[in-house]
């Protein structure tokens, strides 16, 4: 028996989660409610229910899980709505805005008796998996270095995502995911240093562009950046190992990697510069190391329904836990606070 799905939000995310809802042939679509009758209108037109009200799409007892689709800044209040209306929730990143709005939430879920997660879907992304295999496998040893970067020339879309008091900005959009990933790419490494620097070039009200340096306890670095104004974009991945590196250039590339075998050469021929000799900097040759493409994992974003509706059967563990949006959340509110004072943050017993 498939579950009964509402979507809260019927915009660009409600729309993805209609459609990748019923892929994954594990629910059934009831209906939608948007607060915008225009867009009750548009999924009429689509052949899918509309209710009228958000009181009556969370009355529907045949409705088991919501998925809540709408701007940050509402997300707590609907969320909570719908646990104690005996809804299964599904909501969209960023959770909320602040931390202890979140806390609000997860506590809501306890009390109700509901299974509630954040819809993380770049766990999914086949760029990221690609980094994960390298940091899993240990073929280049163990990774000391991660660089993860999200480039466009856009700016911020215009819309409440350009907001602050709707929750807009980029560490919010996408610094959620790519913080995310990191966590992961590193395992259960804490964090003893954090610091970022916004930048607010095409709005001024919200970061449009962020630049995130994170120091684990074992001294291993991430760095994280987004932007939106750059015409030229730097690699996705950039990961260095202690015998090797590995280079995703863009999400659509395969990861390349090259693999240090022999540290030591005999003799090492000076190379010339522009302005001079230099031995440091002399390529290496194939004798010392060897260089290969790692092919795109397997990879289907449909599993974050399916784990979700198995883990309401209780035959699963929640892919997205809340314990992981909680460090987000926590590593997000750091950002804010460094990007404020303009400082580095430290944390004595880890975050």
Excluded at 255 to 261: A, F, G, L
């Amino acid at each position: 028996m498939k579950h009964k799905l509402c979507v809260i939000g019927y915009g660009g995310m409600g729309g993805w989660h209609v459609r990748h809802a019923l892929e994954s042939d594990v629910v059934e679509l009831a209906g939608i409610y948007d607060i915008k009758e225009e867009r009750q209108e548009a999924a009429r037109r689509d052949g899918i229910f509309a209710y009228d009200s958000l009181e009556a799409a969370l009355a529907d007892e045949s409705v088991d899980i919501v998925t809540v689709a709408i701007p940050n800044d509402q997300h707590p209040e609907v969320v909570i709505r719908a646990l104690a209306a005996g809804k299964n929730v599904i909501c969209e990143k960023p959770a909320a805005i602040t931390l202890s709005e979140f806390q609000t939430m997860a506590d809501a879920a306890k009390r109700c008796g509901k299974l509630l997660t954040v819809h993380q879907n770049r766990r999914w992304d086949v760029d990221y998996l690609a980094m994960q295999s390298i940091c899993d496998s240990g073929e280049i040893g163990k990774v000391f270095n991660i660089e993860s970067r999200i480039h466009g020339s856009r700016g911020i879309p215009s819309d409440w995502r350009g907001k602050k008091e709707f929750g807009g900005g980029m560490i919010l959009d996408w610094g959620v995911h790519l913080i995310d990933q990191m966590l992961r790419l590193y395992g259960g490494r804490k964090i003893n240093q954090l610091y970022c620097d916004c930048t607010y070039i095409t709005n001024k009200e919200v970061d449009d562009g962020m630049k995130l340096e994170l120091i684990f306890d074992d001294g291993s670095r991430g760095y994280v950046e987004v932007g939106t104004y750059n015409f030229i974009s730097l690699p996705r991945f950039y990961l260095q190992a202690e015998k090797g590196t590995a280079i995703i250039t863009d999400w659509r590339e395969k990861c390349q990697v090259v693999r240090c075998d022999h540290w030591h050469e005999s003799e090492v021929l000076p190379v010339q510069t522009a302005a001079g000799l230099t031995k440091t900097m002399a390529p290496r040759d194939e004798v010392t190391t060897t260089a290969y493409s790692l092919e795109r994992p397997e990879s289907d974003v449909h599993d974050f329904y399916r784990n979700f509706c198995r883990a309401i059967e209780g035959k699963e563990e929640q892919t997205v836990k809340l314990e992981e949006v909680e460090r987000v959340m926590k590593i997000m509110e750091a950002c804010f606070e460094s990007d404020r004072k303009k400082q580095v943050l430290f944390f004595d017993e880890g975050l």
